[in-house]
């Protein structure tokens, strides 16, 4: 699917009954070419027959962690054992529900499976969820039990400084749960997840669906990183950072060629792609058919938050290979998405948007 078309097919789906003409206003484009879009969007099989009836839509299924985001901004230089004066916010987070929230701003039909406890911070999460788009339908509840909380203090210039999590609940879920969820699983196109999950559970997604759905992980950090080390043949497309890349691979990384090296060591053992966040040096990706790809953005003159940037990041890969982008159109927009997420005080940007990652790339490109 084209830019283009990718733009009439998202008119079409939130307004159905709408003419080719005003299509071609909205896109400031003329009918005839609508129609030619159209045409070829029938040939693909994206829209059936007339009256734009569109084919059941691929969706995307995340099963991971989703919590109660704390974050706190200090105003000034971070005195330890000290209260700071700062900006305190919260909202709903975890990695694999802020990648499911991301790919709902951007119009990816997206479900969630997780573990949530019986407190107020369950109703903040189901709240925020259901208002963004998100299928929460199949999560599970543990009764007596305190949902996920993660707490962040971040310097005055936004990055972190130091962070804090409870995930205890998201290790009461087990595959015996996602069993009796086989068929909303084995349905998705891709399914994305987190290393928080319990091991035997990392190891049965992919056990179990991830021979005909291809999985998306994000290691989360270097502890939970471990934990991919025996699997990560099985795994198709994986996004850490240098630190996580290092516990992975087993290697060292000072510099452009360990980096590639480390890549080399994973993709032989059976991964396919592979993003690893470089922060302001932007993103190296290889896949094992050798392509090689390091890209930045040109970086915001201040940095909101850094929190969300990853899970932006990860959600635009998921979009990108849901609507067929090739792989510089890829890398671009996922660092775009990391930029626009970076620019907003919140873990979520709530502007975020295929129109918001298109003007970022434009300005930063």
Same mark, same amino acid.
């Given at each position: 699917?084209?830019?283009?078309?990718?733009?009439?097919?998202?008119?079409?789906?939130?307004?159905?009954?709408?003419?080719?003409?005003?299509?071609? &206003? +909205?896109?400031?484009i003329?009918?005839?070419?609508?129609?030619?879009? /159209?045409?070829?969007?029938?040939?693909?099989?994206y829209?059936?027959?007339?009256?734009?009836?569109? +084919?059941? &839509?691929?969706?995307?299924?995340?099963?991971?962690?989703?919590?109660?985001?704390?974050?706190g901004m200090?105003?000034?230089? /971070?005195?330890?054992?000290?209260?700071?004066?700062?900006?305190?916010?919260?909202?709903?987070?975890?990695?694999?529900?802020? %990648?499911?929230?991301?790919?709902?701003?951007?119009?990816?039909?997206?479900?969630?499976?997780?573990?949530?406890?019986?407190? /107020?911070?369950?109703?903040?999460?189901?709240?925020?969820?259901?208002?963004?788009?998100?299928?929460?339908?199949?999560?599970?509840?543990?009764? !007596?039990?305190?949902?996920?909380?993660?707490?962040?203090?971040?310097?005055?210039?936004?990055?972190?400084?130091?962070?804090?999590?409870?995930?205890?609940?998201?290790?009461?879920?087990?595959?015996?749960?996602?069993?009796?969820?086989?068929? /909303?699983?084995?349905?998705? +196109?891709?399914?994305?997840?987190?290393?928080?999950?319990p091991?035997e559970?990392?190891?049965g997604?992919?056990?179990?669906?991830?021979?005909?759905?291809?999985?998306?992980?994000?290691?989360?950090?270097?502890?939970?990183? #471990? !934990?991919? !080390?025996?699997?990560?043949? +099985?795994?198709?497309?994986?996004?850490?950072?240098? @630190?996580?890349? #290092?516990?992975?691979?087993?290697?060292?990384? &000072?510099?452009?060629?360990?980096?590639?090296?480390?890549?080399?060591?994973?993709?032989?053992?059976?991964? !396919?792609?592979?993003?690893?966040?470089?922060?302001?040096?932007?993103c190296?990706? @290889?896949?094992?058919?050798? %392509?090689?790809?390091?890209r930045?953005?040109?970086?915001?003159?201040?940095?909101?938050?850094?929190?969300?940037?990853?899970?932006?990041? @990860?959600?635009?890969?998921?979009?990108?290979?849901?609507?067929?982008?090739?792989?510089? #159109?890829?890398?671009?927009?996922?660092?775009?998405?990391?930029?626009?997420?970076?620019?907003?005080?919140?873990?979520?940007?709530?502007? @975020?948007?295929?129109n918001?990652?298109?003007?970022?790339?434009?300005?930063?490109?």
């Amino acid at each position: 699917m084209t830019q283009r078309e990718r733009e009439i097919y998202e008119i079409i789906r939130d307004m159905p009954m709408i003419e080719q003409s005003e299509i071609a &206003q +909205k896109l400031n484009i003329t009918r005839s070419s609508v129609a030619v879009h /159209i045409t070829n969007l029938q040939k693909k099989g994206y829209i059936l027959g007339r009256g734009y009836l569109l +084919k059941e &839509q691929d969706y995307i299924i995340g099963i991971g962690a989703a919590n109660v985001d704390i974050h706190g901004m200090s105003k000034k230089s /971070i005195i330890l054992r000290d209260s700071n004066p700062g900006n305190m916010n919260s909202s709903a987070g975890g990695v694999t529900r802020n %990648v499911s929230e991301n790919l709902a701003r951007l119009g990816a039909p997206v479900r969630l499976i997780t573990a949530l406890g019986d407190d /107020i911070y369950a109703d903040q999460i189901r709240n925020e969820c259901t208002a963004a788009g998100i299928d929460f339908s199949h999560s599970m509840v543990v009764e !007596k039990h305190p949902s996920s909380t993660y707490i962040s203090i971040l310097d005055e210039s936004g990055d972190m400084f130091v962070a804090m999590s409870d995930m205890s609940v998201l290790q009461r879920m087990n595959m015996e749960f996602l069993k009796s969820k086989s068929g /909303i699983i084995s349905g998705a +196109k891709y399914i994305t997840c987190d290393a928080g999950l319990p091991e035997e559970v990392l190891e049965g997604i992919l056990d179990v669906y991830g021979s005909q759905t291809p999985v998306f992980i994000d290691p989360v950090s270097c502890t939970y990183a #471990e !934990k991919l !080390k025996p699997i990560i043949g +099985k795994v198709d497309t994986l996004k850490p950072n240098r @630190m996580e890349m #290092e516990v992975i691979s087993g290697m060292k990384i &000072q510099s452009e060629t360990d980096l590639e090296r480390a890549s080399d060591v994973l993709l032989e053992k059976g991964l !396919k792609h592979i993003y690893v966040s470089l922060g302001a040096d932007g993103c190296f990706y @290889m896949n094992r058919d050798g %392509v090689k790809i390091k890209r930045a953005l040109k970086p915001l003159d201040q940095m909101v938050n850094a929190t969300g940037g990853g899970d932006a990041f @990860m959600a635009a890969v998921l979009y990108a290979r849901l609507f067929d982008f090739n792989v510089d #159109e890829t890398v671009d927009f996922a660092l775009a998405a990391g930029v626009a997420a970076i620019s907003y005080k919140g873990t979520i940007n709530p502007n @975020m948007s295929v129109n918001l990652i298109e003007k970022v790339l434009e300005e930063r490109k």
